[in-house]
């Protein structure tokens, strides 16, 4: 971890895949960031309510969301609504970087 991490994410979180590296994703904060249009699902974690929110352009383009559940594991980990576990890599103000736990 880094010094510019935080102890907690709060907020909510958007999916930047575009900046994804082979070993960790790359979240901005949602309506903070300016993403390019893209037809491939993006997730948004909120840290503050506990959500997963996927949002993913449908056949005529209007986008179809599903949700599910953060839990929080402890030591900067989360279970995601599918079962995989992740773990906090870097909190910035306007960068959030998590990997496979």
Avoid: C, N
């Amino acid at each position: 971890m880094t010094d510019q991490e935080a102890t907690t994410p709060g907020g909510s979180w958007t999916h930047s895949f575009e900046e994804d590296t082979g070993s960790e994703q790359v979240f901005r904060r949602t309506g903070a960031y300016a993403f390019p249009a893209s037809r491939r699902q993006r997730d948004t974690l909120d840290f503050a309510t506990g959500q997963i929110t996927s949002a993913v352009p449908g056949p005529d383009d209007r986008l179809q969301r599903s949700t599910g559940t953060l839990t929080p594991l402890g030591s900067q980990r989360y279970r995601l609504g599918d079962g995989r576990a992740v773990e906090v890599v870097e909190v910035g103000s306007d960068v959030l970087r998590i990997k496979p736990a």
